[in-house]
């Protein structure tokens, strides 16, 4: 069983940033496929962005590419989500999800969010 827990989240004017973060429980972090994903009110949950255990790859969301990055740290069993020139667009709940090897990589473990408003 894999436990994440997400912040950083708040109220932000559209062109500001902000960095989410993600702790996640488990001695075999870096094995974990982790991504973030959000879901605006009335809308679907949409993918984000996703990172390899390695830090390696990462694939982004193409509304996102070029302002948002994730990374991770390994040692801190975190991985980040670093959000700049932010949109009212991007106002949603986050989430952080993680995947492990054994179960392909899916996302099964998710943490309960945390919550970014951009003002206009």
């Known amino acids: 069983q894999v436990q994440l827990v997400e912040s950083g989240g708040g109220l932000v004017q559209a062109g500001g940033s902000l960095r989410l973060s993600c702790a996640a429980s488990?001695?075999?972090?870096?094995?974990?496929?982790m991504g973030w994903f959000r879901q605006a009110p009335g809308k679907e949950r949409e993918f984000v962005a996703d990172?390899?255990?390695?830090?390696?790859?990462?694939r982004y969301v193409d509304s996102v590419k070029g302002r948002f990055t994730i990374s991770r740290d390994n040692a801190k069993n975190t991985v980040y989500l670093q959000m700049n020139s932010l949109k009212p667009e991007d106002t949603a709940v986050y989430y952080c999800?993680?995947?492990?090897?054994?179960?392909?990589?899916?996302?099964?473990?998710w943490g309960k969010g945390t919550q970014v408003t951009v003002s206009s």
């Open positions: 488990g001695r075999t972090f870096s094995s974990y496929a």
């Open positions: 999800a993680a995947g492990l090897p054994i179960e392909a990589y899916a996302m099964n473990y």
């Open positions: 990172i390899s255990g390695s830090g390696i790859s990462t």
